[in-house]
């Protein structure tokens, strides 16, 4: 498949674009179904994804639905938040950076193979090795997951996450470290590419700001910065 030049939407000034929040519109758009949520404040099960979302990071009743939903003295990620509210406690505050697909070669990889629930336990291992970001033993629940075997062992993997309305995020991108620098990663991101382009979505992925390294590589093969991002771990008020 040929590179296709796709330019980022424009952004309205008055309405804040879907992939300001991708966790909230994910969990109340296409992984509705997965989703655990009192109102203005959403999860996925604690055994298929960390994220937590908020309706509004800026209203204070959506944390408050927050606490409600996971219960006092909980540790927990939010995303799209600078700041909690007072009573709460920041853990953790980082910054990451978001892409989006502009000009991907987007191709199947014939050597890749699907991978589900009775591959977790090697999924694991390698996400225990290589460090791409949390994955949990029902993560593959959220997407399709391609890998890499070499002599019969799983040596690289990439999958879909976060899916709002006509997007699709790459996540757990990761190759072990003894089989880098042989593009197993790209051509895995350029599959799953793909087959979510297939079904009229377009890719995104998010990133440690201080990954410059997967920043650069991302894109040089046609992912393009949208925004940065802030997250937060909080812990909710109360014993």
């Not at 980022?8 to 909230?24: E, F, K, R």
């Not at 070669?105 to 629930?117: D, I, N, T, W």
Request: hydrophobic share 40%; proline share 10%; aromatic share 6%.
């Amino acid at each position: 498949m040929s590179t296709v030049a796709r330019p980022t939407p424009p952004q309205s000034t008055a309405t804040p674009h879907i992939l300001d929040n991708a966790a909230w519109a994910a969990l109340t758009g296409p992984h509705a179904h997965l989703a655990e949520r009192v109102g203005s404040a959403a999860r996925y099960p604690l055994d298929v994804s960390p994220f937590t979302a908020l309706a509004d990071p800026a209203d204070p009743r959506a944390w408050d639905d927050l606490a409600a939903l996971v219960g006092p003295g909980t540790v927990t990620p939010v995303t799209g938040a600078k700041s909690a509210p007072q009573g709460w406690e920041t853990v953790q505050h980082g910054q990451g950076v978001q892409l989006v697909d502009t000009a991907l070669r987007a191709e199947p990889a014939p050597e890749a193979v699907r991978l589900g629930p009775d591959d977790v336990p090697e999924i694991l291992d390698l996400i225990a090795l290589t460090e791409p970001g949390p994955f949990l033993p029902r993560t593959v629940e959220l997407g399709t997951y391609l890998g890499i075997r070499h002599r019969g062992r799983l040596i690289a993997l990439a999958g879909e996450r976060l899916r709002p309305p006509g997007w699709t995020e790459i996540s757990a991108v990761c190759t072990a470290p003894d089989h880098r620098g042989k593009g197993l990663a790209t051509r895995l991101v350029r599959a799953i590419a793909a087959d979510i382009r297939e079904r009229g979505d377009t890719p995104f992925l998010h990133a440690s700001a201080t990954n410059t390294g997967a920043i650069r590589l991302y894109e040089s093969i046609g992912f393009t910065l949208r925004r940065r991002s802030d997250f937060l771990l909080v812990r909710t008020p109360g014993a």
